[in-house]
């Protein structure tokens, strides 16, 4: 849906309140930050309900809009919680929650029906189908995947429902957003949960860094995002500085009130203010090459060292008033700053005994304002004053008071619907499955022994493959609107020859494939995590969906669905192809990342020339069938990926037969592993220099502390010793600079 408005909203992020102040000084028109709870970073400093409660006054008396990211996925002992925070953003007053977790969204929709949600780029939206569905769902505006070239941005506008928020500057994940299990199968640390440790900024292949990749820029394509129709475009950076939210926030604010692309002076000021060796546009052009790629080095931070450090200070409203004192009457005060006006009644004066009210002595105690965010001058306070009476200093501060709230206030009352938890299904289909990315190793292995495949209950195999009769085909788990003709097309020719079901990794794949005739099966992409996320997708006609790997046994037993008891889950889907750049394609299928400790990460290729890189142990719960059924787990899914014929083969029947996998290292569900000779052990503790974790895992993260939450951040990178004074309170700028300007 394209926006309504002239020019598309600027949203900037804030960590703190006082990056939130840089961003209202700096010309935005909305902000975005984190509550201590249930936000993608949750090592920024973030913001208690008192400071979001000064945050939703602060942003609406200046026109500017808040929202709050809830937007990690969420168990379902969380989801009461969860629910009840949503009520609680919703009562100060906050425009939009950014959510990811589609229980978390069916059940804020149920209990705070008026509150608005915004679909965050996590929830996986790539195209205007999903977008679509997204609609359906509730979902007023979906932040579209970062890795959208401009056409598609276009398309999914112009075709949507919603409106449409791209990402406009800031930090790049290499993979999609919300499809990365890299730092949680492997480091411990849940990207998906807000504690990301960002192994793709970590070393490979013998000290190289092919993951890491430059930030975001789009400085240089203003004028064609204002053209594309898109709502809102959002700057990345809850983890940065006051002055890196002032100085980006400022430079858009011009470019996009200017129509205008940006000078090579303002492209300058942005390095300066942050890069990774520069930026890229890769995504949006796409050119999407090795140039995306870049590290962090010294003369960056140098760089961003020699920003002044400044003191944001709140920007007080200028309001007047009109306040009457009449003997008997009650005492009244008005205020009004043009667009609002508001009135407060207060006690009756009495007949003065000694020293009566004067206009003086009442105009000196309406004006001070105190900790508010409004600025009220004596000369600006009219006053209706009878003579000879009096009223006493606390009940006049009473009656100021009163009105400064009334004026602030942006409170509202959620309608008082309970929420009652979804519970487990019961009465679940006991089967197996299995996805085949390999046709080649999948064909041979069931030309050799026919049998083993009758032991699966469901098998898929990629779109692009002649499926035999009674598989399924496996959608890709990215499509954008320029494929989707071709991927329709190719849904349409497996249904007409008699497939029935698909494997759906998003919501755009669940309504193609309905939309077809197609039986929709959740893949694990869609990141189930709770009984609400599983039962939303059930409505949606999703009867059997994969939960989410990162699920221990008992929080799966809860939710109630499929487990991967056998594969190398896929730890990242790339945009790019990896593997042409830095093994060459005479490699693909048999590629690998290589870590520091020699952990090898095989890369696959994904449709079109998208990557997968996979882990490096394989999950396999096969012999333990007797754990499942204690956790009422009753079907699996196995996820073959690099295998060999024979691998495929040894795998199916091992796990059928409730037998080790021996011969390979395994990571397991929930916290064990099992060695190469099947011999049973418990995870070992992590070693100097990597994440200690409940979980077997392949390759290693450094070992990074959870940081404190810190105190008032003063900027990142260090600071220069010059302070520039930006506002004070009731005092005029020490510096010329202007909102927005």
């Known amino acids: 849906m394209r926006r309504r408005s002239k020019l598309p909203e600027l949203l900037s992020p804030a960590g703190d309140f006082r990056c939130l102040l840089a961003a209202v000084a700096a010309g935005a028109d909305a902000v975005y ?19 979001l409660f000064r945050a939703v006054r602060y942003c609406h008396l200046h026109g500017v809009r808040l929202y709050v990211t809830l937007n990690t996925l969420v168990y379902d002992r969380e989801l009461s919680e969860a629910v009840e925070y949503a009520r609680e953003l919703y009562r100060i007053g906050v425009d939009a929650i950014i959510a990811a977790d589609l229980g978390v969204i069916s059940a804020i929709k149920r209990a705070v029906p008026d509150m608005e949600i915004h679909a965050s780029t996590q929830m996986s939206v790539h195209n205007s189908v999903g977008a679509d569905e997204a609609g359906g769902l509730g979902i007023s505006r979906v932040v579209l995947a970062r890795e959208l070239s401009l056409e598609n941005i276009r398309l999914a506008t112009e075709n949507s429902s919603v409106e449409i928020e791209v990402f406009l500057h800031g930090a790049l994940c290499v993979c999609h957003s919300g499809q990365c299990l890299f730092s949680s199968l492997v480091g411990g640390r849940s990207g998906n949960r807000g504690e990301c440790a960002q192994p793709c900024r970590l070393p490979y292949d013998g000290g190289k860094y092919p993951l890491s990749l430059r930030d975001l820029s789009l ?56 890069s990774r060796g520069g930026f890229t546009d890769g995504y949006l052009t796409g050119r999407t090459d090795r140039n995306m790629t870049g590290v962090r080095s010294e003369s960056d931070k140098e760089s961003s060292r020699s920003i002044e450090e400044m003191t944001f200070e709140p920007l007080r409203i200028p309001i007047s008033a009109a306040a009457s004192f009449r003997l008997g009457l009650p005492s009244s005060l008005t205020l009004t700053d043009g667009r609002k006006t508001v009135t407060a009644l207060g006690k009756a004066p009495v007949t003065a005994e000694s020293s009566p009210l004067t206009e003086d002595s009442l105009s000196k105690r309406l004006a001070k304002m105190g900790n508010t965010f409004l600025s009220l001058s004596e000369n600006a306070i009219q006053i209706e004053l009878d003579e000879g009476i009096n009223l006493s200093p606390a009940d006049i501060n009473a009656l100021r008071r009163e009105a400064a709230e009334l004026f602030e206030s942006q409170s509202r009352e959620p309608s008082m619907i309970e929420y009652t938890p979804v519970k487990r299904a019961d009465g679940e289909e006991k089967f197996l499955s299995a996805l085949f990315l390999n046709a080649t190793s999948y064909r041979e292995a069931k030309q050799k022994s026919p049998a083993l495949f009758d032991r699966l209950t469901y098998t898929f195999l990629p779109i692009t493959e002649d499926i035999p009769e009674g598989a399924g085909v496996y959608i890709p788990p990215v499509v954008t609107d320029t494929e989707l003709t071709e991927i329709t097309s190719l849904l349409s020719e497996h249904r007409s020859r008699g497939v029935g079901y698909a494997l759906c990794g998003n919501l755009g794949a669940i309504a193609l494939a309905s939309s077809l005739g197609l039986t929709p099966i959740g893949d694990f992409r869609l990141n189930v995590t709770n009984a609400e996320s599983r039962e939303a997708y059930r409505k949606m006609g999703v009867t059997k969906a994969i939960l989410s790997p990162e699920l221990t046994l008992p929080q799966a037993r809860d939710v109630g669905g499929t487990v991967i008891g056998y594969g ?14 830095n093994y060459g394609c005479d490699s693909c299928g048999t590629a690998a990342l290589t870590d520091r400790r020699g952990e090898r990460f095989p890369m696959l290729r994904e449709h079109r020339h998208r990557n997968l890189i996979l882990n490096s142990k394989v999950t396999y719960i096969g012999d333990k069938p007797e754990e499942l059924l204690q956790n009422r787990i009753f079907s699996s899914h196995l996820l073959f990926t690099v295998e060999s014929a024979e691998e495929i083969s040894s795998a199916i029947r091992s796990y059928t037969e409730g037998a080790p996998l021996v011969g390979t290292d395994v990571r397991r569900i929930g916290g064990r592993a099992t060695p190469k000779d099947g011999s049973e052990r418990l995870s070992a503790p992590g070693r100097r220099g990597t994440l200690p974790t409940e979980r077997s895992r392949g390759g290693s993260i450094p070992h990074k502390k959870k940081p404190p939450l810190p105190k008032q951040r003063q900027g990142y990178e260090g600071k220069g010793s010059g302070k520039t004074v930006l506002h004070q309170p009731g005092a005029k700028f020490k510096k010329n600079i202007q909102k927005g300007k």
Do not use: Q, W
């Not at 984190?34 to 913001?47: C, H, I, L, S, T």
């Not at 890196?244 to 205008?260: K, P, Q, S």
């Open 33 to 51: 930050v984190g509550g201590k709870k249930f936000g993608a970073r949750a090592y920024a400093k973030n913001f208690d309900t008192e400071e």
């Open 568 to 581: 190398r889950i896929p730890l990242m889907l790339t945009e790019r192809c990896f593997i042409k750049e």
């Open 219 to 274: 400085a240089s394509h203003i004028p064609e995002l204002i053209e594309s129709g898109v709502a809102s475009l959002k700057i990345e950076g809850r983890m940065k500085s006051a002055e890196y939210v002032y100085t980006v926030t400022r430079i858009y604010r011009r470019l996009l009130d200017e129509g205008r692309r940006a000078s090579a002076e303002e492209e300058e000021e942005l390095r300066r203010a942050f």
